[in-house]
């Protein structure tokens, strides 16, 4: 790998403590960090370099999946770092980091490429561009990136701006905008799942499917986050974002051996033939919630406007479900259905594909009691795939009844999402982030939404903490003669288990 620079902003924060500290560190303990690897963390705290790599060194052993108990390991990891005070606005100091930077590279040999990873508020973002820029920091002898987090813009006009901003300082390129979902290992696996499994390759289209159901419940509230969330909700803070992006890399067909290029430009496709939503409609095809007071997990908790920070009055949406439609070739037809929440039943993001009922046929008096076809991609906290098919009930010889047939990876230590992200940036793979033709479709699609909520176009329904959601959740799938599959009792009557013969064996 390139000799790099790690240059973090906001070094002191949440994000660099909980996720990115933990993710270098295991990407050290792999061998994936590049030889020459040095680590600048900036904040406006006077920090020395030893209470930094202190706190970095505290991170680890509270938050790294590995535990961080080598001291030896430990300390050869943390003598990569080191801490400059830098205001972001304050040019002088990014003259003084870039001098700091030279004499390191210089020390190490190594050559000036650059990652400028931004933990920090999004107001940030182009005022630390354009003083990279200005400043001489992105040098011309080496690479630069920028690796920027959510969220992108705040509706469709200001991702715009903030996009042309950042581009007279990166290419696009050069830029590489996290979303955790992308590093989430099941959401690496679909394209391989897809390319690697002619069974599943010739089922992937409206032919074989009824629809697709892609859920990312949450059970927490919005916890100290109030400030930020209550002027985004759910649909900029999860749908927007993770949501959609969920349902491109379900709705791409990849052809083998695809490039990260081939990746990006059919997602733009799927994105592309998404049917637009005008604003009139979205009433009749997105549902918006908001937790009311209930229990989750046996304890009592708040609503939302009761929580600190939250105002009485608040109509923020904490509960999305949308209907889209994908008008190509492969997808026309099925619905896909999408929600979000917070304060719900369980924790659970998964993707649920319903297979259409076979042609009835006389003979087969007993096709009503059968139940469809299910396949199951469980992305977190547990991963795995589910197949539902149907069995003969061994009592009730005249009935079916659903086996299920599950594939749960038994590897504890899978890398976490941030180790995959950060790992493919400093490789330089952009597969795994999002283009901005993408964000932009995103948010383009979404604008209708925002509209509408702010406009009051569209109910809010309140729902019980601890519920899936309100009742017109469920009303949005009846319509199509549908209903939210795996919800509550997860419906496992047979169950094998991975390293098992899969086949129809449990009870038998
Ligand atoms: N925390 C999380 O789980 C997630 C966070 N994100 C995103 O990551 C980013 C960072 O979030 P998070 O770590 O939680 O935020 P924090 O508020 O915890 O940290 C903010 C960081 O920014 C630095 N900072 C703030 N103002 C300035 C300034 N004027 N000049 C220099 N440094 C400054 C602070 O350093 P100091 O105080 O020393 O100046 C601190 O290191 C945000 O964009 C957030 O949306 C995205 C997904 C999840
Ligand atoms: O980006 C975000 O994601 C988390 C949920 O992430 P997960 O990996 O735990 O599913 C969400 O809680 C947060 O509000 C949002 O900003």
Same mark, same amino acid.
């Given at each position: 790998?390139?000799?790099?620079?790690?240059?973090?902003?906001?070094?002191?924060?949440?994000?660099?403590?909980?996720?990115?500290?933990?993710?270098?560190?295991?990407?050290? !303990?792999?061998?994936?960090?590049?030889?020459?690897?040095?680590?600048?963390?900036?904040?406006?705290?006077?920090?020395?370099?030893?209470?930094?790599?202190?706190?970095?060194?505290?991170?680890?052993?509270?938050?790294?999946?590995?535990?961080?108990?080598?001291?030896?390991?430990?300390?050869?990891?943390?003598?990569?770092?080191?801490?400059?005070?830098?205001?972001?606005?304050?040019?002088?100091? #990014?003259? $003084?980091?870039?001098?700091?930077?030279?004499?390191?590279?210089?020390?190490? $040999?190594?050559?000036?490429?650059?990652?400028?990873?931004?933990?920090?508020?999004?107001?940030?973002?182009?005022?630390?561009?354009?003083?990279?820029?200005?400043?001489?920091?992105?040098?011309?002898?080496?690479?630069?990136?920028?690796? !920027?987090?959510?969220?992108?813009?705040?509706?469709?006009?200001?991702?715009?701006?903030?996009?042309?901003?950042?581009?007279?300082?990166?290419?696009?390129?050069?830029?590489?905008?996290?979303?955790?979902?992308?590093?989430?290992?099941?959401?690496?696996?679909?394209?391989?799942?897809?390319?690697?499994?002619?069974?599943? /390759?010739?089922?992937?289209?409206?032919?074989?499917?009824?629809?697709?159901?892609?859920?990312?419940?949450?059970?927490?509230?919005?916890?100290?986050?109030?400030?930020?969330?209550?002027?985004?909700?759910?649909?900029?803070?999860?749908?927007?974002?993770?949501?959609? /992006?969920?349902?491109?890399?379900?709705?791409?067909?990849?052809?083998?051996?695809?490039?990260?290029?081939?990746?990006?430009?059919?997602?733009?496709?799927?994105?592309?033939?998404?049917?637009?939503?005008?604003?009139? $409609?979205?009433?009749?095809?997105?549902?918006?919630?908001?937790?009311?007071?209930?229990?989750?997990?046996?304890?009592?908790?708040?609503?939302?406007?009761?929580?600190?920070?939250?105002?009485?009055?608040?109509?923020?949406?904490?509960?999305?479900?949308?209907?889209?439609?994908?008008?190509?070739?492969?997808?026309?037809?099925?619905?896909?259905?999408?929600?979000?929440?917070?304060?719900?039943?369980?924790?659970?993001?998964?993707?649920? !594909?319903?297979?259409?009922?076979?042609?009835?046929?006389?003979?087969?008096?007993?096709?009503?009691?059968?139940?469809? $076809?299910?396949?199951?991609?469980?992305?977190?906290?547990?991963?795995?795939?589910?197949?539902?098919?149907?069995?003969?009930?061994?009592?009730?010889?005249?009935?079916?009844?659903?086996?299920?047939?599950?594939?749960?990876?038994?590897? /504890?230590?899978?890398?976490?999402? #941030?180790?995959?992200?950060?790992?493919?940036?400093?490789?330089?793979?952009?597969?795994?982030?999002?283009?901005?033709?993408?964000?932009?479709?995103?948010?383009?699609?979404?604008?209708?939404?925002?509209?509408?909520?702010?406009?009051?176009?569209?109910?809010?329904?309140? #729902?019980?903490?601890?519920?899936?959601?309100?009742?017109?959740?469920?009303?949005?799938?009846?319509?199509?003669?549908?209903?939210?599959?795996?919800?509550?009792?997860?419906?496992?009557?047979?169950?094998?288990?991975?390293?098992?013969?899969?086949? #129809?064996?449990?009870?038998?």
């Amino acid at each position: 790998m390139d000799a790099t620079t790690f240059i973090l902003f906001g070094a002191t924060g949440d994000l660099a403590k909980r996720k990115i500290y933990p993710a270098l560190f295991n990407l050290f !303990i792999d061998g994936k960090l590049p030889q020459a690897f040095s680590v600048f963390g900036l904040g406006r705290r006077e920090l020395t370099d030893e209470t930094f790599r202190a706190n970095v060194g505290q991170a680890l052993r509270s938050f790294s999946r590995r535990e961080a108990n080598d001291d030896e390991a430990v300390s050869r990891f943390l003598s990569a770092f080191s801490y400059s005070v830098l205001h972001i606005d304050r040019e002088d100091d #990014y003259a $003084n980091l870039l001098r700091l930077v030279e004499q390191r590279e210089a020390a190490l $040999n190594a050559a000036p490429n650059r990652m400028f990873y931004l933990s920090v508020g999004p107001e940030f973002f182009t005022t630390i561009a354009a003083n990279v820029k200005s400043s001489g920091l992105g040098s011309a002898d080496g690479w630069k990136r920028l690796v !920027i987090e959510k969220p992108f813009g705040h509706d469709l006009q200001s991702a715009r701006e903030l996009n042309e901003q950042l581009s007279r300082s990166f290419e696009e390129h050069e830029v590489f905008r996290i979303d955790h979902y992308l590093g989430k290992p099941m959401v690496q696996k679909l394209e391989i799942l897809q390319q690697a499994n002619p069974v599943l /390759q010739a089922l992937w289209t409206n032919r074989h499917i009824a629809n697709v159901q892609i859920t990312a419940n949450e059970t927490v509230g919005v916890e100290e986050r109030a400030g930020y969330y209550d002027h985004v909700g759910a649909v900029r803070d999860m749908f927007q974002n993770h949501m959609l /992006q969920l349902l491109m890399m379900l709705a791409i067909h990849l052809p083998n051996n695809s490039t990260s290029d081939d990746v990006r430009l059919r997602k733009k496709k799927v994105m592309e033939a998404v049917v637009p939503l005008p604003k009139e $409609n979205v009433a009749l095809q997105v549902i918006r919630g908001q937790y009311a007071e209930g229990t989750i997990q046996g304890k009592p908790v708040v609503g939302y406007k009761s929580e600190p920070g939250i105002a009485e009055t608040s109509t923020n949406d904490t509960f999305i479900a949308a209907r889209l439609e994908i008008d190509d070739y492969f997808w026309r037809g099925v619905p896909f259905y999408i929600r979000t929440g917070k304060r719900m039943a369980e924790k659970s993001t998964r993707i649920v !594909i319903e297979f259409k009922e076979p042609l009835k046929q006389p003979a087969l008096a007993l096709d009503d009691s059968k139940t469809p $076809n299910l396949l199951v991609f469980e992305i977190s906290p547990n991963e795995g795939i589910t197949l539902q098919l149907n069995t003969r009930d061994p009592q009730q010889k005249d009935e079916f009844k659903p086996m299920h047939v599950n594939f749960h990876t038994s590897e /504890q230590d899978v890398p976490e999402a #941030y180790e995959n992200l950060i790992g493919d940036a400093l490789r330089g793979d952009p597969t795994f982030f999002s283009h901005w033709d993408e964000v932009e479709l995103a948010w383009k699609w979404v604008q209708p939404i925002l509209d509408a909520f702010a406009e009051n176009l569209v109910p809010l329904h309140s #729902y019980a903490a601890g519920s899936y959601g309100p009742a017109a959740s469920d009303e949005l799938l009846a319509k199509d003669g549908y209903r939210w599959r795996f919800d509550a009792e997860p419906e496992q009557p047979n169950e094998t288990k991975a390293g098992e013969n899969y086949a #129809y064996h449990a009870n038998h």
